[in-house]
């Protein structure tokens, strides 16, 4: 799946950023779906260089069309073709994680 080491450990960082994500938005929001809680964990968590951006002073950087090379390389994109598919075929083919493994 990937092709070194500093790879996975990307990728694993890039899961716990969204189960943790999906777990706030899961505690925070009563009564969202699993499905779209962890739509939106992964969702924020592939972005998350350009929501860091916007916090800190540039909120246009949201509006940018989403770049794959801003994913850990070698990561196989999780789509949100189950909550929704963005029509963006580099992310609808994402497997949605459960929040509290």
Known sequence: MFE???QAEEHDKYLELAANITSLIEREIPGISDQHSEAIGLLLAQRRE???K??????????????ADTQPKGMINAGL?????????ETDN????????
């Open 81 to 89: 073709k189950s909550a929704g598919a963005t029509g963006n075929k």
């Open 54 to 67: 916007a916090c800190k002073g540039k909120p246009e950087e949201l509006l940018e069309p989403f770049e």
């Open 50 to 52: 350009q929501l860091a």
């Open 94 to 101: 994402v497997t949605p994680l459960a929040a509290n493994q």
């Open 4 to 6: 070194d080491k500093k």
